[in-house]
Protein backbone atom coordinates (compact mmCIF):
# COMPACT_ATOMS: atom_id res chain seq x y z
CA UNK A 1 0.00 0.00 0.00
CA UNK A 2 1.56 3.28 -1.17
CA UNK A 3 -0.25 5.51 1.26
CA UNK A 4 -1.50 9.09 -0.07
CA UNK A 5 0.44 10.07 -3.53
CA UNK A 6 0.49 13.76 -4.15
CA UNK A 7 1.97 14.89 -7.41
CA UNK A 8 4.00 16.64 -8.00
CA UNK A 9 5.69 17.57 -5.07
CA UNK A 10 7.08 20.66 -6.54
CA UNK A 11 5.00 23.23 -8.74
CA UNK A 12 6.67 26.28 -9.81
CA UNK A 13 4.03 28.59 -11.97
CA UNK A 14 4.14 32.04 -13.38
CA UNK A 15 1.40 34.45 -12.20
CA UNK A 16 -1.24 33.99 -14.13
CA UNK A 17 -0.80 30.29 -15.19
CA UNK A 18 -2.97 27.15 -13.90
CA UNK A 19 -1.91 24.69 -11.40
CA UNK A 20 -3.57 21.32 -10.80
CA UNK A 21 -2.45 19.42 -7.80
CA UNK A 22 -3.07 15.73 -7.70
CA UNK A 23 -4.21 13.27 -5.03
CA UNK A 24 -4.41 9.64 -5.21
CA UNK A 25 -6.22 8.22 -1.75
CA UNK A 26 -4.97 4.95 -0.27
CA UNK A 27 -6.13 1.78 -1.63
CA UNK A 28 -10.26 1.61 0.16
CA UNK A 29 -10.46 4.98 0.70
CA UNK A 30 -13.12 7.28 -0.56
CA UNK A 31 -12.96 10.53 0.90
CA UNK A 32 -10.54 13.36 0.16
CA UNK A 33 -9.79 16.34 2.01
CA UNK A 34 -7.64 19.09 0.79
CA UNK A 35 -5.88 21.32 3.08
CA UNK A 36 -3.42 24.48 2.72
CA UNK A 37 -0.40 25.42 4.71
CA UNK A 38 1.32 28.48 4.47
CA UNK A 39 4.78 29.16 6.05
CA UNK A 40 4.91 28.60 10.39
CA UNK A 41 1.10 28.28 10.05
CA UNK A 42 -1.37 25.36 10.45
CA UNK A 43 -3.11 23.35 8.04
CA UNK A 44 -6.11 25.35 6.96
CA UNK A 45 -8.75 22.74 5.84
CA UNK A 46 -10.00 23.54 1.98
CA UNK A 47 -12.46 20.88 0.71
CA UNK A 48 -14.04 17.69 1.52
CA UNK A 49 -14.93 15.51 -1.27
CA UNK A 50 -16.55 11.62 -1.86
CA UNK A 51 -16.24 9.89 -4.78
CA UNK A 52 -18.02 12.70 -7.94
CA UNK A 53 -19.59 14.63 -4.62
CA UNK A 54 -18.07 17.79 -3.23
CA UNK A 55 -19.14 17.35 0.63
CA UNK A 56 -17.95 20.02 2.13
CA UNK A 57 -16.03 23.45 0.63
CA UNK A 58 -16.53 25.62 3.11
CA UNK A 59 -12.54 26.86 3.51
CA UNK A 60 -12.46 27.05 -0.41
CA UNK A 61 -11.93 30.90 -1.50
CA UNK A 62 -14.90 31.96 -3.54
CA UNK A 63 -13.17 32.34 -7.14
CA UNK A 64 -10.29 30.50 -9.01
CA UNK A 65 -10.04 27.56 -6.80
CA UNK A 66 -12.03 23.88 -7.78
CA UNK A 67 -11.67 20.40 -6.47
CA UNK A 68 -13.25 17.32 -7.60
CA UNK A 69 -13.08 13.92 -7.24
CA UNK A 70 -13.64 11.66 -10.12
CA UNK A 71 -15.33 8.01 -10.44
CA UNK A 72 -11.92 7.06 -11.59
CA UNK A 73 -8.77 8.72 -11.39
CA UNK A 74 -7.12 11.20 -8.89
CA UNK A 75 -8.65 13.94 -7.14
CA UNK A 76 -7.28 17.17 -8.77
CA UNK A 77 -7.17 20.75 -6.73
CA UNK A 78 -7.47 23.57 -9.50
CA UNK A 79 -6.13 27.11 -9.12
CA UNK A 80 -6.57 29.03 -12.55
CA UNK A 81 -5.19 32.47 -12.84
CA UNK A 82 -2.28 31.70 -9.49
CA UNK A 83 -0.95 34.72 -7.74
CA UNK A 84 1.94 35.11 -5.58
CA UNK A 85 -0.28 34.53 -1.82
CA UNK A 86 -1.56 31.38 -3.66
CA UNK A 87 2.20 29.74 -2.59
CA UNK A 88 2.04 27.64 -0.23
CA UNK A 89 1.85 23.58 0.71
CA UNK A 90 -1.25 21.86 -0.21
CA UNK A 91 -1.78 18.50 1.82
CA UNK A 92 -4.35 15.65 0.48
CA UNK A 93 -5.47 13.13 3.31
CA UNK A 94 -7.78 10.03 2.88
CA UNK A 95 -9.98 8.06 5.38
CA UNK A 96 -11.93 5.49 4.25
CA UNK A 97 -15.84 4.74 5.66
CA UNK A 98 -15.17 3.66 9.00
CA UNK A 99 -12.87 6.81 9.74
CA UNK A 100 -13.97 9.09 12.90
CA UNK A 101 -12.57 10.61 15.92
CA UNK A 102 -9.67 11.86 13.94
CA UNK A 103 -7.80 8.46 13.61
CA UNK A 104 -8.26 7.55 10.09
CA UNK A 105 -6.92 9.87 8.36
CA UNK A 106 -3.51 9.56 6.45
CA UNK A 107 -1.98 12.55 4.41
CA UNK A 108 0.33 12.67 1.71
CA UNK A 109 3.62 14.58 1.76
CA UNK A 110 1.88 17.30 -0.20
CA UNK A 111 3.16 19.65 -2.93
CA UNK A 112 4.41 22.35 -2.70
CA UNK A 113 3.35 25.47 -5.14
CA UNK A 114 5.24 28.80 -6.08
CA UNK A 115 4.25 31.38 -8.09
CA UNK A 116 6.53 33.87 -9.47
CA UNK B 1 -15.68 21.98 17.67
CA UNK B 2 -13.82 23.48 20.69
CA UNK B 3 -11.01 25.60 19.90
CA UNK B 4 -7.48 24.60 20.99
CA UNK B 5 -4.58 26.07 23.25
CA UNK B 6 -0.81 24.78 22.93
CA UNK B 7 2.49 26.42 23.81
CA UNK B 8 3.93 27.93 20.22
CA UNK B 9 7.49 26.43 20.84
CA UNK B 10 9.27 24.22 23.49
CA UNK B 11 12.90 22.89 23.84
CA UNK B 12 14.12 20.10 25.01
CA UNK B 13 17.30 17.99 25.28
CA UNK B 14 17.79 14.49 23.82
CA UNK B 15 16.85 11.53 26.57
CA UNK B 16 14.28 14.26 28.78
CA UNK B 17 10.43 13.77 28.74
CA UNK B 18 8.66 16.29 27.03
CA UNK B 19 4.97 16.81 28.20
CA UNK B 20 3.03 19.34 25.99
CA UNK B 21 -0.18 20.34 27.20
CA UNK B 22 -3.24 21.84 25.32
CA UNK B 23 -6.37 23.45 26.79
CA UNK B 24 -9.45 22.60 25.14
CA UNK B 25 -12.30 24.41 27.93
CA UNK B 26 -15.18 24.13 24.93
CA UNK B 27 -15.24 20.18 24.79
CA UNK B 28 -18.07 18.55 23.74
CA UNK B 29 -19.25 15.45 25.30
CA UNK B 30 -18.68 13.61 21.92
CA UNK B 31 -15.11 14.63 21.14
CA UNK B 32 -12.16 12.95 20.88
CA UNK B 33 -8.51 14.53 22.05
CA UNK B 34 -6.10 13.72 18.88
CA UNK B 35 -2.99 14.29 18.47
CA UNK B 36 -0.60 14.62 15.06
CA UNK B 37 2.62 15.03 14.43
CA UNK B 38 4.41 16.81 11.23
CA UNK B 39 7.77 16.75 10.38
CA UNK B 40 9.56 19.32 7.36
CA UNK B 41 8.11 18.62 4.63
CA UNK B 42 5.64 16.38 5.22
CA UNK B 43 1.86 15.95 5.95
CA UNK B 44 0.80 15.46 9.46
CA UNK B 45 1.02 12.00 11.20
CA UNK B 46 -1.34 10.46 13.49
CA UNK B 47 0.31 9.83 17.11
CA UNK B 48 -2.52 9.26 19.69
CA UNK B 49 -6.03 9.57 20.61
CA UNK B 50 -8.05 9.46 23.71
CA UNK B 51 -11.27 10.08 25.39
CA UNK B 52 -10.88 10.12 28.85
CA UNK B 53 -7.99 9.17 31.61
CA UNK B 54 -4.65 7.85 30.30
CA UNK B 55 -3.95 6.24 26.43
CA UNK B 56 -0.69 4.37 25.66
CA UNK B 57 0.77 3.59 22.71
CA UNK B 58 4.53 2.89 21.60
CA UNK B 59 5.17 6.45 20.61
CA UNK B 60 3.52 8.39 23.30
CA UNK B 61 0.87 8.91 26.02
CA UNK B 62 -1.63 11.03 26.98
CA UNK B 63 -3.30 11.73 29.57
CA UNK B 64 -6.85 13.81 29.99
CA UNK B 65 -8.26 14.53 32.90
CA UNK B 66 -12.08 13.97 34.06
CA UNK B 67 -12.97 17.56 33.41
CA UNK B 68 -11.78 17.24 30.03
CA UNK B 69 -10.79 20.86 29.61
CA UNK B 70 -6.93 19.59 28.87
CA UNK B 71 -4.87 17.62 27.85
CA UNK B 72 -1.41 16.65 27.79
CA UNK B 73 0.66 14.63 25.24
CA UNK B 74 3.75 12.87 27.11
CA UNK B 75 6.70 11.92 24.68
CA UNK B 76 9.38 9.74 26.58
CA UNK B 77 13.01 10.28 26.27
CA UNK B 78 12.87 12.42 23.34
CA UNK B 79 15.35 11.71 20.43
CA UNK B 80 16.38 14.29 17.66
CA UNK B 81 14.38 12.69 15.10
CA UNK B 82 10.99 13.42 17.44
CA UNK B 83 12.16 17.21 16.36
CA UNK B 84 8.69 18.21 14.92
CA UNK B 85 5.67 20.37 15.08
CA UNK B 86 2.95 19.11 17.27
CA UNK B 87 -1.00 19.71 16.77
CA UNK B 88 -3.80 19.29 19.30
CA UNK B 89 -6.84 18.54 17.79
CA UNK B 90 -10.83 18.43 18.94
CA UNK B 91 -12.58 15.72 16.97
CA UNK B 92 -16.13 14.84 16.96
CA UNK B 93 -16.87 11.67 17.60
CA UNK B 94 -20.18 11.40 14.83
CA UNK B 95 -18.69 10.34 11.78
CA UNK B 96 -16.30 11.91 8.78
CA UNK B 97 -15.48 15.60 9.49
CA UNK B 98 -12.49 17.72 8.77
CA UNK B 99 -9.99 17.98 11.01
CA UNK B 100 -9.33 21.18 12.31
CA UNK B 101 -5.50 22.30 12.59
CA UNK B 102 -4.20 25.12 14.97
CA UNK B 103 -0.33 26.69 14.64
CA UNK B 104 0.57 23.69 16.80
CA UNK B 105 3.37 23.20 19.03
CA UNK B 106 7.18 23.43 17.63
CA UNK B 107 9.27 20.87 19.06
CA UNK B 108 12.84 21.26 18.86
CA UNK B 109 15.44 18.87 20.48
CA UNK B 110 18.95 19.53 20.89
CA UNK B 111 21.59 17.07 21.60
Known amino acids: NAGVMQNPRHLVRRRGQEARLRCSPMKGHSHVYWYRQLPEEGLKFMVY????????ESGMPKERFSAEFPKEGPSILRIQQVVRGDSAAYFCASSNRAANKGYGYTFGSGTRLTVV | LAKTTQPISMDSYEGQEVNITCSHN???????ITWYQQFPSQGPRFIIQ???TKVTNEVASLFIPADRKSSTLSLPRVSLSDTAVYYCLVVSGSGNTPLVFGKGTRLSVIA
Open chain 2, 50 to 52: GYK
Open chain 1, 49 to 56: LQKENIID
Open chain 2, 26 to 32: NIATNDY
